[in-house]
């Protein structure tokens, strides 16, 4: 999903223009970033909490060359979902579990049945009926 169909989704929802509803989402995404830089952490109550952690230099391998390269330092940012986001994700992984047992209950199932045939397979059977 693009920031632009959040707005469109945000917009229908509420009935505010899409215009003054882009503008909000971007000054939402817009603190949330200046809050990273500034405390390097943000929570989001019942979402999650975004948080600014330095990655220490290391060791790596260029795929191409297979030359060793050294990774300086760098901040990263981190996201560990609220408890409502990992409890919906979690129901989610359980329905296409269900739904991939059942596509395979179905595929055993149509295996199992015994071919329907045709008068074009049986020339006999069209003459017995008759």
């Not at 000054?27 to 989001?44: G, H, S, Y």
């Not at 999650?48 to 795929?63: D, I, L, S």
């Not at 297979?66 to 979902?81: E, Y």
């Amino acid at each position: 999903m693009t920031k632009k169909e959040i707005v469109k989704t945000i917009s229908d929802k509420i009935g505010m223009t899409q215009l003054k509803t882009k503008e909000i989402v971007q000054n939402t995404f817009q603190a949330i970033v200046d809050t990273l830089v500034e405390e390097r952490r943000i929570e989001l109550r019942n979402f999650g909490v975004f948080e600014v952690k330095q990655r220490a230099a290391r060791k790596a391998r260029n795929p191409r060359t297979g030359q060793r390269v050294d990774v300086p330092q760098k901040f990263v940012v981190t996201f560990k979902p609220g408890k409502q986001m990992e409890e919906r994700v979690r129901q989610l992984e359980e329905a296409e579990e269900a739904r991939l047992a059942q596509e395979i209950a179905n595929a055993a199932e149509h295996a199992n049945a015994p071919a329907k045939s045709s008068p074009k397979d049986n020339p006999d059977r069209d003459q017995r009926s008759n």
